[in-house]
T-cell receptor, first 115, second 110 residues
Framework: GAGVSQSPRYKVAKRGQDVALRCDPI?????LFWYQQALGQGPEFLTYFQNEAQLDKSGLPSDRFFAERPEGSVSTLKIQRTQQEDSAVYLCASSFRLTNTGELFFGEGSRLTVL | TQLLEQSPQFLSIQEGENLTVYCNSS?????LQWYRQEPGEGPVLLVTVVTGGEVKKLKRLTFQFGDARKDSSLHITAAQTGDTGLYLC??????????FGTGTSLTVIP
């Protein structure tokens, strides 16, 4: 497709379950970002990749969160032993440019609800 | 923790009115962007400002980047119902990461 694709769009998990969220960026986009967004709030930075290298993971809330982008294209955000506070929309964005002023193209997000 | 504070958090105005949204930080950014987000969708870029003091106009929207590159404002003239949405500023640091503001939810009433 032409845009950033995220799956699943909606995920309901029981507390303690592991979840995996997938992001398929725009082809050729070098940079990939993951954000966590609560309802009505701005997205909070989680982690950032350039190609397959994870350059910044300072925003990951705990060691239960893990992200990878092994071949520099598709990325997966994994959350282990989910907790209720993990409920949020997880947004993925990609950008073509390595340097500043690159536009971020966002997917529609994956809404995670932890019961 | 978010580096950029937006105000107001919520804004409800009548169609035809003017409004200004503010984005403030104690950090310096190499560029600052404004996005608009509608329910169930990802944010969409409106504008990028790079130079301190820069002013950009897009139809009824005017964007300004502060001289010190720490703050920005978005002014909408004669708001329309189609302007309704969540407005987000995003600052880019020297490491090419983007940090978003707290968001301003705008509702324009017909």
């Amino acid at each position: 497709g032409a845009g950033v694709s995220q799956s699943p769009r909606y995920k309901v998990a029981k507390r303690g379950q592991d979840v995996a969220l997938r992001c398929d960026p725009i082809s050729g986009h070098v940079s990939l970002f993951w954000y966590q967004q609560a309802l009505g709030q701005g997205p909070e930075f989680l982690t950032y990749f350039q190609n397959e290298a994870q350059l910044d993971k300072s925003g990951l809330p705990s060691d239960r969160f893990f992200a990878e982008r092994p071949e520099g294209s598709v990325s997966t955000l994994k959350i282990q032993r989910t907790q209720q506070e993990d409920s949020a929309v997880y947004l993925c964005a990609s950008s073509f440019r390595l340097t500043n002023t690159g536009e971020l193209f966002f997917g529609e997000g994956s809404r995670l609800t932890v019961l | 923790t978010q580096l950029l504070e937006q105000s107001p958090q919520f804004l409800s105005i009548q169609e035809g009115e003017n409004l200004t949204v503010y984005c403030n930080s104690s950090s310096v950014f190499s560029s600052l962007q404004w996005y608009r987000q509608e329910p169930g969708e990802g944010p969409v870029l409106l504008v990028t400002v790079v130079t301190g003091g820069e002013v950009k106009k897009l139809k009824r929207l005017t964007f300004q980047f502060g001289d010190a590159r720490k703050d920005s404002s978005l002014h909408i003239t004669a708001a329309q119902t189609g302007d309704t949405g969540l407005y987000l500023c995003a600052g880019e640091n020297t490491g090419n990461q983007f940090y978003f503001g707290t968001g301003t939810s705008l509702t324009v009433i017909p």
